[in-house]
């Protein structure tokens, strides 16, 4: 780790504008997302964990994971989690500046707003609007998400909105609504994408694609292509775009172990995992919960929430009539409950998340050290703002409106049936 005097340094350079206005005094060290990928790009075969903080005790179990192993870490919340979850995209950067802070924390933390979804085009005024008020109150990187739309509109959804994005965050775009093994992304979908926003002077640092996984709750790890998922890495390789995987809770370990050492993955997202882990659910190695014959979640006696409290949850969950699926939305509802549990119930919590994520980080991620290599990178850089990773390559007048909806024809369909997978 760099000396008092240089990691004083690094926050005095290292920290975007918006950082350091709302944390004068901190001691954390958040940055832009571009550090973050820089980092596991340096070390190569690498990725790191992108958790999706949708709760107090998930947050700081990852905080503590992270500096544990010494990993440059995300914390995310995505769209649709801010309408389950007690943290939003107004909160997260105060509670992960104040998590760092008490814990003593000095990894460089991305903060993120995964899957900003734009359904439809109707949706991007608010959005123009929104944006810039995450960042002014804490993002440090942002993965837009119009792939819920056609190719064309995708790829001008995130050409309309960039301009309220800041040049130096991070930035993750995305390629075909993931849903399983059907409507798979391919090269020529991909590229389509990046190029037109490279014409554009758009560099993306990280491209989420479809490429066979599913979000939340699977019932095998057979899903993510890791051979497709290297093809579309190496064919966008010019274009500096790293890849970004999503959907981790619902695929092996060796799975991920792939990903990150055969494809140019370096952030995974990481959200439904966390949460059973925090609870005290059992989960396999990866995080997947594991039932009990009766198609119920096993409760670890005397790990996670107390067990009184999990029944309490259990009983709210089927009065709603909710599904497996569903848990997700207890989050809101019980977070004041969570966190008036005994203080040994709640380290408990915090320390199970940390044992969970350090794992991933240092034995499926091979992200440990990764930090270090990042505060490098600041201090060589001397500032917050890293750049593009590539120039320009593609040329604007090819990639105008009209000929953006011509080359989209030449894609066609073969999406797949419609989901819905923000989270």
């Known amino acids: 780790m760099s000396s008092p005097s240089g990691y004083d340094r690094l926050l005095q350079v290292g920290r975007p504008p918006a950082i350091a206005r709302l944390f004068?005094?901190?001691?954390?060290?958040?940055?832009?997302?571009?550090?973050?990928?820089?980092?596991?790009?340096?070390?190569?075969?690498?990725?790191?964990?992108?958790?999706?903080?949708?709760?107090?005790?998930?947050?700081?179990?990852?905080?503590q994971a992270a500096e544990r192993a010494d990993a440059a870490i995300i914390i995310e919340i995505a769209r649709s989690e801010c309408n389950y979850c007690p943290v939003n995209f107004f909160n997260i950067a105060r509670q992960v500046d104040a998590v760092c802070n008490e814990l003593g924390i000095t990894v460089?933390?991305?903060?993120?707003?995964d899957h900003y979804g734009i359904k439809k085009e109707d949706d991007i005024p608010y959005a123009c609007q929104e944006i810039p008020a995450m960042f002014e109150q804490g993002i440090t990187s942002i993965a837009i998400d119009a792939s819920h739309m056609t190719d064309d509109k995708n790829l001008l959804a995130n050409i309309e909105l960039n301009q309220y994005i800041p040049k130096w965050a991070g930035l993750e775009t995305e390629?075909?609504?993931?849903?399983?093994?059907?409507?798979?992304?391919?090269?020529?979908?991909?590229?389509?994408?990046?190029?037109?926003?490279?014409?554009?002077?758009?560099?993306?640092?990280?491209?989420?694609?479809?490429?066979?996984?599913?979000?939340?709750?699977?019932?095998?790890?057979q899903g993510i292509q890791v051979d497709l998922t290297a093809s579309i890495h190496e064919a966008l390789r010019p274009y500096g775009t790293s890849g970004a995987q999503h959907g981790t809770s619902g695929n092996s370990s060796d799975k991920l172990r792939a990903i990150a050492a055969e494809t140019h993955t370096t952030k995974a997202n990481v959200a439904t995992a966390?949460?059973?882990?925090?609870?005290?659910?059992?989960?396999?190695?990866y995080g997947n919960a594991i039932f009990d014959e009766a198609g119920?979640?096993?409760?670890?006696?005397?790990?996670?929430?107390?067990?009184?409290?999990?029944?309490?949850?259990?009983?709210?969950?089927?009065?709603?009539?909710?599904?497996?699926?569903?848990?997700?939305?207890?989050?809101?509802?019980?977070?004041m409950k969570i966190l008036a549990q005994p203080q040994a119930v709640r380290a408990r919590m915090y320390k199970r998340?940390?044992?969970?994520?350090?794992?991933?980080?240092?034995?499926?991620?091979?992200?440990?050290?990764?930090?270090?290599?990042?505060?490098?990178?600041?201090?060589?850089?001397?500032?917050?703002?890293?750049?593009?990773?590539?120039?320009a390559i593609e040329k604007a007048a090819d990639w105008t409106k009209e000929k953006i909806f011509e080359k989209a024809k030449d894609l066609g369909d073969g999406k797949g049936p419609a989901g819905n997978f923000d989270d």
């Open 108 to 113: 460089p933390v991305a903060v993120h707003a």
């Open 24 to 63: 004068p005094n901190s001691k954390a060290l958040l940055v832009s997302g571009k550090v973050i990928d820089r980092a596991l790009m340096k070390k190569g075969q690498a990725m790191t964990m992108a958790a999706n903080g949708r709760s107090y005790a998930v947050l700081r179990g990852a905080l």
């Open 296 to 335: 119920n979640f096993k409760k670890v006696k005397g790990e996670g929430l107390s067990e009184e409290l999990w029944a309490e949850m259990v009983a709210y969950a089927e009065g709603k009539g909710w599904k497996k699926g569903d848990y997700k939305k207890l989050n809101l509802p019980f977070e």
């Open 353 to 391: 998340v940390e044992d969970f994520v350090y794992g991933m980080l240092t034995q499926v991620m091979n992200a440990e050290g990764t930090a270090s290599i990042a505060r490098d990178i600041i201090a060589k850089a001397g500032g917050y703002d890293l750049g593009p990773k590539a120039s």
């Open 274 to 285: 966390l949460q059973m882990v925090s609870w005290g659910l059992e989960v396999n190695d």
């Open 175 to 221: 390629v075909g609504e993931i849903k399983g093994a059907q409507g798979l992304s391919t090269v020529e979908d991909a590229s389509f994408l990046i190029q037109g926003l490279n014409a554009h002077g758009i560099c993306p640092d990280w491209i989420a694609l479809n490429n066979g996984t599913t979000h939340g709750i699977e019932a095998s790890g």
